[in-house]
Structures are given as C-alpha cells and as structure tokens.
C-alpha cells in the first residue's frame, strides 16, 4: 500500500508541517503583483510559447558612447569586434522598435533624422528611446518625437556615478530626468541595474529622486557579468554571490516600490511568476556571459547612417 508523506508520517507518530518562509511568501506575492516594465510589452520574450525569442527590434546608431561604464555589454562588444554595425535590425511592422540597444544614440548626428524615418515608416509601432542621458538638452528634446524614454542611473551621487561610468555626468544626467520627466506625452523611465556590493544602496535613493522629478517607472534589471568587465566589477566591490541571487534582486525592487512604480525585467518575471515561494527564495540567475550577440537580422534597405 502506498501513503501520501503526510500519511506515512502520522502513522508514524509526526504531526506533518509545511516548511513556511515569510519573506519568500512576501516575494512571491511582489511578483505576483508586477506587471512587465512597458519597455517588454511587444517583447516576444513575454510569451513562453516561443522557444527562442528575440528582443523587438533596434536601430542602431554608433557604438561609441562618452561613458565607460564598469558593467557595459556594448563596450564588450566592440573590444570583441562583435557590436553591430548601424542599421535596422528587425522585420515589418514591429510593435516596438528601440533606438539602440548599443553605444550612445544622442552622439550621433543623425538621432533626429533617424527618429523622423522610423516614425514615418513604422506609424503604428512604439519608438523607445533608450539613453544615458547625459548629452540630451531641451533644445534637442523638443526635436525628437520618442513614445518611451529610458534613460540610465546607476548612483545616488557624483562620486558613486563617477566611479560606475567613468564620466563626470551626473548632473546632466539628472537634467535629463527632469527634462523628460515634465513631458508627460511620454512614457518616461529610469533604468537601472543592479549591482550588489556597488550599488544596493543607492537603488532606492534613485526611485525616489526619480519619482521626484516626474519619472513614471523604473526598470530595475539584473547584472550580466561579461568576462572582459570580471576585474572592473571585482574592484568596485560587486559581490557576485548577491548578484546572482533572485531573492536579492527583488528585495531590491521591492525597496524602490515604496517610492516609484518599479518593474522588473519582463523576461524574467515570466519566469518567476511561474515558481513558487521557496524555489523563488533560492533560485539563482545564471549571470554570466562573454559577449553580448544581436539575434535580428539587419535590414540594408532602412540604413541611413
């Protein structure tokens, strides 16, 4: 005869108990409440059917961009000759294009020109900006026609965003929340990766003067450590256990929510609903990798730079 494990221990004298976990039913009930950041949604990375999903498509401007972030996939990229080269990378009628995934869009000189053809050739998509920020000012803000705007803060501080991207752009940066955040025909975000041991503090310091400068969300993503960028982490203090672990990336988010409307990315987040408390609690991130590789096709004939 065959018992359940909760028969066979009250025949043997044991009252069963389920292994309970506060904070994991607490983190498990957070994501259970988030909804993907709006930058994922048209992401085939949202729908589990899809065996290899792609990002929705980018154009990209330049590789180069006037920071040098300790973290950066795209300067990984270029130091192993795999950045992509400019261009549309996609298909017909998106529902998201971004404009770009790599280097800094603003360093080019033809973001508006660029800007304008996609808005033409591409009326019903969703035009996402994604920015340090550092170079945008309203002169040139009120030359771009962008639906979402993601612009990139990694510290609460001067020094800390010194240390992180090697640029001394954090005033600028903030200028640029503020520029976006008063324009509310846009979707504007913070992005933001976290980076334990660097940054876990300031995290929650972000969304609040985020949140006070009229940003609408935060995207709070995971860290993708890259081989060449192993020793500049190291240095900085990021603990790579914390950075891999799924718990400490919630708790994080879960930090931010008290001052802004914080996602998570949406790739992951499928993933997580699907767990439940205690696999969420100790699950870990695999978080590393060599170089970054775009998985979209480039389309010559949407070239203009």
């Given at each position: 005869m065959k018992y359940s494990w909760e028969e066979f221990a009250r025949k043997m004298g044991v009252e069963p108990q389920i292994l309970e976990n506060k904070e994991a039913r607490l983190l498990k009930k957070f994501v259970d409440e988030l909804i993907p950041p709006t930058h994922c949604q048209g992401c085939q990375g949202l729908d589990l059917s899809i065996e290899n999903p792609v990002h929705h498509p980018s154009y990209e401007l330049t590789p180069a961009c006037n920071h040098n972030c300790i973290f950066c996939y795209s300067n990984v990229a270029v130091k192993l000759g795999k950045a992509p080269k400019p261009g549309y990378y996609g298909w017909d009628n998106p529902k998201a294009i971004t404009v770009s995934q790599y280097g800094e869009p603003l360093m080019s000189p033809k973001i508006v020109e660029v800007n304008k053809m996609l808005r033409e050739r591409f009326p019903d998509a969703r035009l996402d900006l994604q920015t340090n920020g550092s170079l945008l000012t309203e002169e040139l803000w009120a030359k771009l026609d962008f639906d979402l705007v993601m612009i990139s803060l990694d510290a609460a501080s001067r020094e800390k965003h010194l240390k992180i991207t090697n640029a001394?752009?954090?005033?600028?940066?903030?200028?640029?929340?503020?520029?976006?955040?008063?324009?509310?025909?846009?979707?504007?975000?913070?992005?933001?990766?976290?980076?334990?041991?660097?940054?876990?503090?300031?995290?929650?310091?972000?969304?609040?003067?985020?949140?006070?400068?009229?940003?609408?969300?935060?995207?709070?993503?995971?860290?993708?450590?890259?081989?060449?960028?192993?020793?500049?982490?190291?240095?900085?203090?990021?603990?790579?256990?914390?950075?891999?672990s799924i718990a400490d990336y919630?708790?994080?988010?879960?930090?931010?929510?008290?001052?802004?409307?914080?996602?998570?990315?949406?790739?992951?987040?499928?993933?997580?609903?699907?767990?439940d408390a205690l696999t969420l609690w100790g699950a870990k991130r695999v978080a590393r990798d060599v170089a970054p590789i775009v998985k979209r096709e480039r389309k010559d004939s949407l070239k203009l730079v």
């Open positions: 001394d752009t954090f005033d600028d940066v903030v200028n640029a929340l503020r520029i976006v955040g008063r324009d509310k025909s846009v979707r504007s975000i913070v992005r933001t990766i976290f980076m334990p041991g660097i940054n876990d503090e300031d995290i929650p310091k972000i969304a609040e003067l985020a949140a006070s400068l009229g940003i609408d969300e935060m995207m709070l993503q995971p860290l993708t450590v890259h081989y060449h960028n192993h020793i500049k982490l190291d240095n900085a203090g990021l603990d790579f256990e914390r950075a891999e919630l708790k994080a988010a879960m930090e931010a929510k008290k001052f802004i409307d914080v996602r998570i990315s949406g790739c992951q987040l499928v993933q997580y609903k699907k767990m």
